[in-house]
């Protein structure tokens, strides 16, 4: 579904991405790890086109979007969930969701509102809420929803746990599996390994730019040695 080849990207001078390297299976799970400045976040915006590639490729479905406009990469397929949420705050719950609306797409069963609102049942109870009068988890879940009313195949979720009660951590877990189920692809970028280690299958840590353990979560989990020398602050 996704493979990301040999990826370099830069901020002005700064050389933050150096040679990334990560694979993506459909309905699978990939976990990208790694402390503050790591580059999670510049891994997602690059494969999204919000920040252009120096050099590497990006392979979604067999063909390289590395470079492209991120409207042009949304079409194709892929869903951006980003770590500030960006909601419409003076629209409704009902009005963000339909913001996100994109048609049909073969093979796939369309999200609509009623669907999001099973997956995340809170969001049903409060439709015509603003999206400005809603907690942090209530808009991360909104985030979330919206995304998938643009029926993607690939999803990519920065730092979806960050601030959120232990509670609402769960509750996203669970909404993460439900679409893993459905044969959703997840890359999720996430500093807390607890909530990382329950949804995903196989996670890639990075440390300054570049893929420094890639294996089966388990194997993480095993492997006190590599997290503390590239996930303990």
């Known amino acids: 579904m996704l493979d990301v080849t040999d ?19 459909e309905g699978e799970v990939l976990a ?3 402390r503050n400045g790591a580059g999670k976040s510049t891994t997602m915006k690059s494969i999204m086109g919000l920040l252009r590639p120096t050099s590497g490729a990006v392979r979604f479905r067999g063909e390289d979007i590395a470079g492209r406009e991120p409207f042009e990469i949304a079409r194709r397929g892929i869903g951006y969930v980003p770590e500030e949420r960006r909601i419409f705050t003076e629209l409704s719950v009902l009005e963000n969701l339909e913001v996100g609306r994109m048609p049909a797409r073969e093979g796939l069963a369309p999200w609509t509102a009623e669907r999001v609102f099973a997956l995340f049942p809170s969001l049903g109870a409060m439709r015509k809420r603003p999206g400005g009068r809603m907690s942090g988890g209530e808009q991360q879940m909104l985030t979330i929803g919206r995304t998938l009313m643009g029926n993607p195949r690939l999803i990519l979720l920065d730092e979806p746990s960050e601030g959120l009660a232990p509670v609402i951590i769960e509750r996203m ?18 500093q ?12 890639c840590v990075l440390e300054k730019g570049a893929i420094r353990w890639e294996g089966r979560m388990e194997a993480l ?13």
């Open 221 to 233: 989990m095993a492997d006190e040695a590599a997290r503390a020398q590239y996930l303990t602050v």
């Open 32 to 34: 990208l790890l790694g």
């Open 7 to 25: 990826l370099h990207a830069h901020y002005g001078r700064a050389h933050i991405l150096q040679g990334v390297t990560l694979r993506a299976g």
């Open 192 to 203: 807390n390994l607890h909530f990382a280690r329950l949804v995903s299958d196989r996670a």
């Open 173 to 190: 877990a669970e909404a993460i599996l439900a679409l893993k189920r459905e044969g959703l692809t997840v890359l999720l970028s996430e």
